[in-house]
T-cell receptor
């Protein structure tokens, strides 16, 4: 059974700092890995999707990397801003189709 | 929210009563999903649909049923609500089975 872990569970950084969020998964036979953002009381917004054959994806100040063999992904946020404050969720698509397994997320707070 | 509407957005009900949550999409995507989100558990898949009248169970399907009679609507029914079904329920859609999932804003359900 696929298990997804995100460390740390919560993180507070000052504005302008670069930061890394970590995601690990137990079964390396994945189709893809997705990073989502969730604001309080809201649904999830897809940030990046990395196919299993890719090493990284970039969108603006966000860069996600994937090391499938070691079961790890990182989300790098450059020059953090207060508007980046949210919970970031990692999810992997594994084996049988149509099913995402989610981590419990990292709650990020960017302070002024 | 990518053309996804969940209704109701909030509901309070009593133990033993039936409850139906609705997800409506305007994107004509083939796949639709129901998740629940609980503290410490992340998002867990309840049921999903891969076409009209085609549905399958997720990891936490006990006590829930679904129906999809039209491409745009996916209904989640709690036949006899229990307090353990108090949660936030999210609907998601995707064009392909392993593609990006787009989420609705969620339904907060309290079973007293």
């Amino acid at each position: 059974k696929q298990e997804v872990t995100q460390i740390p569970a919560a993180l507070s950084v000052p504005e302008g700092e670069n930061l890394v969020l970590n995601c690990s998964f137990t079964d390396s036979a994945i189709y893809n890995l997705q990073w989502f953002r969730q604001d309080p009381g809201k649904g999830l917004t897809s940030l990046l999707l990395i196919q299993s054959s890719q090493r990284e994806q970039t969108s603006g100040r966000l860069n996600a990397s994937l090391d499938k063999s070691s079961g790890r992904s990182t989300l790098y946020i450059a020059a953090s801003q207060p508007g980046d404050s949210a919970t970031y969720l990692c999810a992997v698509f594994t084996g049988t189709a149509s099913k995402l397994t989610f981590g419990t997320g990292t709650r990020l707070q960017v302070t002024l | 929210d990518a053309g996804i509407t969940q209704s109701p957005r909030h509901k309070v009900t009593e133990t033993g009563t039936p409850v139906t949550l609705r997800c409506h999409q305007t994107e004509n995507h083939r796949y639709m999903y129901w998740y629940r989100q609980d503290p410490g558990h992340g998002l867990r898949l309840i049921h999903y649909s891969y076409g009209v009248k085609d549905t399958d169970k997720g990891e936490v399907s006990d006590g829930y049923s679904v129906s999809r009679s039209k491409t745009e609507d996916f209904l989640l029914t709690l036949e006899s609500a229990t307090s353990s079904q108090t949660s936030v329920y999210f609907c998601a859609i995707s064009e392909g089975g392993n593609g990006i999932q787009y989420f609705g804003a969620g339904t907060r359900l309290s079973v007293l």
